[in-house]
């Protein structure tokens, strides 16, 4: 059977929105178990014999990037997309209207994602700036307002809606991304992300939320905080779970791996 041609114009505008999209953008795609590091604040330890780092990506210069790139590291950029953090130089962008209650954390508040012609173009700032700076992925924080006493009345749907926003938003960077946390919207998530961490899911039993990443051969990292080692290492082992111990300051004084 000889193939359909397609009418000149429709080729032609084909051709034409091919063009407009320009090229898809390539990105990192994360090892099913990979070796991970994560420190958010302090001096930078550069020497843990990890193949992923998890950095600060106001605080991470390009340079630092460059200089992890060259240690044979792939590099994951940690920004907030969740609550407004007053430390941060772009807190003066959120009007007060999308400033929401405290998330327990000093200087945060939810943001109103809902306001997405307010929030949305700070976030797409923020993951250009990760993408300057040469970061091959991207953790987006705090993406679970809905299940939060966040001061507005965001809906499961209208959370998992901006959720695949990021996602999208940051492939078209052409960098890789991980789902923070939120294992009740994992299942919908996963065909968007490129793995995930998650926090103290041996400690809540949550870990089994993120199976389906598992079923798809994407990393499910996670990161314990009170629980020791011993009480959680071999099951993370056994499930396929990359598990690690660190301090909740995240500034590179405990680190205890299970790999």
Known sequence: MRPRLLPAATLLVACVLAFLAGPAAAYWTPPSQPTFYWQLQGKLNTSVPAGVYDVDGFETT??????????????????DVGTAENFRPDYYSFPQTVLGR???????????????????????????MCAEKGFDAVEPDNIEAFSNNSGFPITATQQLGYNLWVAEAVHGLGMAVLQKNDGEQ??????????VLTEQCNQYSECGDFEPYLAAGKPVINAEYKLKTKRFCASDAAAGIVGA???LALNGKRFQPCW
């Open 186 to 195: 994992a299942q919908a998530m996963e065909p968007s992300f490129d793995g």
């Open 62 to 79: 390009a340079a630092e990037v460059a200089g992890l790139h060259a240690a044979g590291k792939r590099v994951v950029c940690y920004v």
């Open 102 to 128: 405290t998330n327990g954390w000093p200087g945060e508040r939810w943001l109103d994602i809902r306001a997405t012609e307010v929030v949305e173009p700070i976030m797409a700032a923020r993951f250009r």
């Open 245 to 247: 111990r660190f301090n």
